[in-house]
């Protein structure tokens, strides 16, 4: 029988050397992956085109990508259909509204949309938060209940586009290098 170790460590059965031994293991485990709400979804890029629809998906200039395009990479289709379907449901409603939704407000939401209320507070919601998205302001700060408002973020952007100037620079760099020893 496998317990979990804070089982193994409060059991009586065992000696005091093996429930420090335990004890000091809990601190250890490391999980197995990367937990699936922390997860950012890449696929090969040379299929975006596909994914997305668009026949050149990175030209600056070409199509542009909206919201549901943009949470395909949080919430996959083909992993997450049902979250990815309430996540740009909940979007458009936001882009709607221009960008700020109150507590009110997202219970008509839940209501005309019919969209799970446990999967929309515990799973999209907090995902959206998570990445920079969507920030909530709640009425009393200090409370983790009670009334709040969520509105869109810039944050979201300022992540992905700090990550990609530094590549950038990266390869600048490395392409430089390699010029000079030319």
Known sequence: MVMPNSEI??????????KKYYASRKEKTVPKGIPSKETFWL??????????GKTNPFDEFGAEWSAAD????????????????????LMDFMVARGGE?????LG??????GVSKATLYNKIVPRLIDVGMVERHRKYPDNRKG????ELSQSFHNYLFKMA????????????????LD
Do not use: C, G
Not at 70 to 81: D, E, G, N, V
Not at 108 to 113: L, Y
Not at 165 to 180: F, L, N, Y
């Open 9 to 18: 460590a409060e059991n009586s059965v065992f000696s005091d050397a093996q």
């Open 43 to 52: 696929p090969d890029h040379s299929k975006i085109h596909e994914i997305l």
């Open 70 to 89: 943009l949470l395909l990479f949080l919430f996959p289709k083909k992993y997450r259909a049902t979250q990815y379907e309430y996540a740009v449901k």
């Open 101 to 105: 939704l109150n507590y009110m407000e």
């Open 108 to 113: 008509d939401f839940v209501e005309k949309t």
């Open 147 to 150: 009334p709040f408002k969520l």
């Open 165 to 180: 100037k530094e590549w950038r620079r990266i390869v600048a760099t490395a392409r430089s290098k390699k010029q000079q």
